[in-house]
């Protein structure tokens, strides 16, 4: 069983990312922390029930990790394209406890699996060998948190709140298709589009809001 565990501004800086989500929600996502093992960092933002956002962009003042980057953060090109085209919450990430089961059957999607941190993991991620978004960001990037949930006491609570999230894929029924096959809960409601596309409706003190 998979269930969403968290949405992703996937920004070509962190700057853009904070601005567009600014822009979108009317609110100041506070900084989250620097991934020293994956040369990222991010700013986060509850949205209610467990679930929060994550802005996330390549750390310019990190030393580049031993493998390629999580979120296609190393194909700047393409992060640049998609970002200018509109496409800015850029995927999302499934939580699970059996990573490894998962794996042994969609690994040829969602990639390999790398424990992390590398000096004292404690939790698993799943990155395909050249760090691209699983099917362009169409299947989720998977988390395994070994049996201890994501504590929310670090993440800022700004009375954010997710009422929905959508996917629109021109692929629509084999995507749904898919989200069945490896049981999927709590994803995306997924429509028929001409191009991948997500958007989320979020409750915020101002009134409901747009991300996308």
Known sequence: MLALDHLTVIAPTLAEGVAHVRTCLDLDVPFGQRHSYMGSWNHLLQLGDGTYLEIVALDPEA???CRARWFGLDDQRLLRADWDAGRRLRGWVARTDAIDAVLATHGRIFGEKVALPWAEPSFDFAIPPDGSLPLDGAAPS???RRGKPRSMATIADLGARLESFALKHPDA??????YREIGITGGPEIRRGPALRYCARIGT???PRQLS
């Open 63 to 65: 030393a580049a990790p």
């Open 142 to 144: 998977l988390i395994d």
């Open 173 to 178: 029924a084999a995507i749904s298709a898919l």
């Open 205 to 207: 003190p101002r009134g």
